[in-house]
């Protein structure tokens, strides 16, 4: 079992910036891919951005790329998700996972899942 707790959330003005953290605690979770994912009201959960267990592959969502990166720290068992020029259609709940594996842009292989932190962006 791996356990993520998300944090970094929080409410922002437009053209700002935030810094989401995912700590893992459990099984090994350097040999995980993380993902993060986000949920905005009366939406799917949708893809943001992936990262390899040895940090040296990612993959993002079109609508990030360019704004967010995807990062992690095997040593302190840590990923962490720093988006910039946020945008008022960048506001969800953005939720850490992480599965065995290589990376993954569907939810549905993903294995473990945080809480959840909410991300407010306004206009």
């Known amino acids: 079992q791996v356990q993520l707790v998300e944090s970094g959330g929080g409410l922002v003005q437009a053209g700002g910036s935030l810094r989401l953290s995912c700590a893992a605690s459990?099984?090994?979770?350097?040999?995980?891919?993380m993902g993060w994912f986000r949920q905005a009201p009366g939406k799917e959960r949708e893809f943001v951005a992936t990262i390899s267990w040895t940090g040296d592959t990612t993959s993002y969502a079109d609508s990030v790329k360019g704004r967010f990166t995807i990062s992690r720290d095997n040593a302190k068992n840590t990923g962490s998700l720093q988006m910039n020029s946020l945008k008022p259609e960048d506001t969800a709940v953005y939720y850490c996972?992480?599965?065995?594996?290589?990376?993954?842009?569907?939810?549905?292989?993903?294995?473990?899942w945080g809480q959840g932190t909410q991300v407010t962006v306004s206009s």
């Open positions: 996972a992480a599965r065995v594996g290589p990376i993954a842009t569907t939810r549905q292989y993903y294995g473990y």
């Open positions: 459990g099984r090994t979770f350097s040999r995980h891919a």
